[in-house]
């Protein structure tokens, strides 16, 4: 049982760069999200989604790309990769009546 | 709008209780959560409370909601040193169907 898998775990990227994160789950979750975490600044909501073919936006969408093709994968797309966008994201899974979110192990983003 | 305020540092000594605060300002929440996180690794969910509950207890931790101040607190008994982490609280917005955390408390546990 693999829960929530996130790769890559470490990422580089140059200023203007492209990339995707890739978020798969095993649990068939309805819910999906993608967070990114500053220090002090807790958890940040970037997208959501409520099932395949259903996504929205959250508190800091700009700048990124979301798609929900299947249950089990939830991919961020950085369209033109910033220094603003250093960050490490968690991408998380809920089922639905379900009583927490299950989050992945992470990915740590620098852009130079 | 929602907003999750804890604060961010508390320090211990091994064997007492630890108590973190949080506060909240969503009314319509339905479940309040906290997590923890060590370092490097990602959010692993301690215990949750219904929001129609004042307390909840699980082996050491013990979970008080006052909702008529949205107040949340998490205890932690017999405080060890792999408690070392960063505790967040987080608010259910049904109505967004998202978590909205706080910045999270970083508890030391000192000998």
């Known amino acids: 049982n693999a829960g929530v898998t996130q790769t890559p775990k470490f990422q580089v990227l140059k200023t203007g760069q492209s990339m995707t994160l890739q978020c798969a789950q095993d649990?068939?979750?309805?819910?999906m999200s993608w967070y990114r975490q500053d220090p002090g600044m807790g958890l940040r909501l970037i997208h959501y989604s409520v099932g395949a073919g259903i996504t929205d936006q959250g508190e800091v969408p700009n700048g990124y790309n979301v798609s929900r093709s299947t249950t089990e994968d939830f991919p961020l797309r950085l369209l033109s990769a910033a220094p603003s966008q250093t960050s490490v994201y968690f991408c998380?899974?809920?089922?639905?009546?379900?009583?927490?979110?299950?989050f992945g192990s992470g990915t740590r983003l620098t852009v130079v | 709008g929602e907003d999750v305020e804890q604060s961010l540092f508390l320090s211990v000594r091994e064997g007492d209780s630890s108590v973190i605060n949080c506060t909240y300002t969503?009314?319509?929440?339905?479940?309040l959560y906290w997590y923890k996180q060590e370092p490097g690794a990602g959010l692993q969910l301690l215990t949750y409370i219904f929001s129609n509950m004042d307390m909840k207890q699980d082996q050491r931790l013990t979970v008080l909601l006052n909702k008529k101040d949205k107040h949340l607190s998490l205890r932690i008994a017999d405080t060890q040193t792999g408690d070392s982490a960063i505790y967040f609280c987080a608010e259910f917005s049904g109505g967004y169907n998202k978590l909205i955390f706080g910045a999270g408390t970083r508890l030391a546990v000192h000998p």
């Open positions: 649990m068939n979750h309805e819910y």
């Open positions: 969503d009314s319509s929440s339905t479940y």
């Open positions: 998380a899974s809920r089922g639905t009546g379900g009583y927490g979110y299950t």
